[in-house]
């Protein structure tokens, strides 16, 4: 069974840092192309990042430059480092897994980020 986590969201003043994590359990994130995905209020679900079984990383335009995606294997735990967040950063904040083998996704909880003075 597939279990997601997330963590490190907050209250943060525009031009602040994050760093969310999404600990997974269940499965072997190297295995898996694992993303972070943001929702805010009224608005659809967006890609913000991805990385794949390889290493190699993906960007929305929005957090290209800004927000970076890794991973440690030994930890089995992805992270989203969010640097220069502004105001329309502010959302919940989705990990998902998405195996190799299959086109079935696996969601976490979500963390909360919010950007404002």
């Known amino acids: 069974q597939v279990q997601l986590v997330e963590s490190g969201g907050g209250l943060v003043q525009p031009g602040g840092s994050l760093r969310l994590s999404c600990a997974a359990s269940?499965?072997?994130?190297?295995?898996?192309?694992m993303a972070w995905y943001r929702q805010a209020p009224g608005k659809e679900r967006e890609l913000v990042a991805v990385i794949n079984p390889s290493g190699s990383t993906s960007y929305a335009d929005s957090a290209k430059g800004r927000f970076t995606i890794s991973r440690d294997v030994s930890k089995n735990t992805i992270f989203l480092q969010m640097n220069s967040l502004k105001p329309e950063d502010t959302a919940v904040y989705l990990c998902?897994?998405?195996?190799?083998?299959?086109?079935?996704?696996?969601w976490g909880q979500g963390t909360q980020v919010t950007v404002s003075s």
């Open positions: 269940g499965i072997t994130i190297s295995n898996y192309h």
């Open positions: 998902k897994a998405r195996s190799t083998q299959s086109p079935v996704d696996s």
